[in-house]
């Protein structure tokens, strides 16, 4: 028996149409998740570098929480307790059609599914950032934040203007790889019915038995965004300043020497 794919059977009509809906909501999870994940770092560091004893211990128990327990439990704890434990209202007024709440493409992120996948990648992504920052910050030399201090700046110009950007050029290529795990690591909210790339190929290979050429062309959506994420991070992430060439000065003699 020989076996032949049909790229038809996914790359049009209602499969097609999936696949898109899936990319684009992928796509658009990674944004949301990554931004909150950013200002989510960004707090929990300035608690970090805080006197409260209270602070700091906070800041270590969550890392260690979200660090240590496998991203899946975490989706569907929010999914399943944390929006379930909603008021009712709430739960009502998120279920309900919205027209206004859609990026473009018509994809819906005022539904349960968006927003606990959005939050849950955030704080899974942001107990991993935290760390990679840190370690940033620990190659600054500790004499810039004496000087620092010594001139008056408050703790919050000296970590977002003097310490977190240097902090982020030594560690932007793990930072990197952290924003571009939640991209990837959004296909397991497939377990809470979120309808992102992986549930949307998972539905062809169902609709109509087309697994190989669903899932390739799946493999090679998240392939191209990876690739595209990565090189938009690199373009535009902090670099290194350019140090001038120094200028070797020769003083000649009269003999040539």
């Known amino acids: 028996m020989n076996w032949h794919p049909d790229w038809a059977g996914v790359l049009t009509g209602q499969p097609l149409q999936w696949i898109i809906s899936g990319f684009l909501t992928t ?22 570098m805080s006197s409260s004893r209270l602070a700091r211990g906070a800041v270590a128990a969550f890392v260690s929480a979200f660090r240590n327990t496998p991203l899946l439990v975490q989706l569907l704890f929010w999914y399943f307790a944390a929006y379930g434990a909603l008021p009712q209202s709430w739960r009502f ?12 493409g018509n994809i819906a992120w005022l539904t349960p599914e968006f927003l606990c996948a ?3 990648l955030a704080l899974f992504t942001a107990a991993f950032l935290v760390e990679e920052v840190q370690a940033g910050l620990n190659s600054v030399p500790k004499g810039q934040t004496e000087a620092a201090i010594s001139q008056g700046f408050s703790r919050k110009t000296l970590l977002l203007s003097i310490l977190l950007p240097q902090a982020l050029i030594n560690a932007w290529q793990p930072i990197t790889g952290q924003y571009l795990n939640l991209m990837k690591l959004s296909s397991l909210a497939t377990g809470i019915g979120f309808s992102e790339l992986t549930y949307q190929v998972s539905q062809i290979e169902s609709y109509n038995a087309h697994a190989f050429e669903g899932f390739a062309v799946g493999t090679l959506l998240y392939l191209a965004l990876g690739l595209i994420l990565g ?8 670099k290194r300043p350019q140090h001038r060439p120094q200028v070797v000065l020769k003083e000649e003699t009269r003999d040539g020497v």
């Open 118 to 120: 959005a939050w849950g």
């Open 27 to 48: 796509l658009y999870v990674s944004i949301v998740g990554s931004l909150l994940a950013t200002l989510l770092t960004v707090l929990l560091l300035a608690l970090r």
């Open 93 to 104: 007024y998120i279920g309900d059609n919205h027209p206004w709440a859609s990026f473009p």
């Open 231 to 238: 090189w938009l991070m690199t373009a535009f992430g902090p």
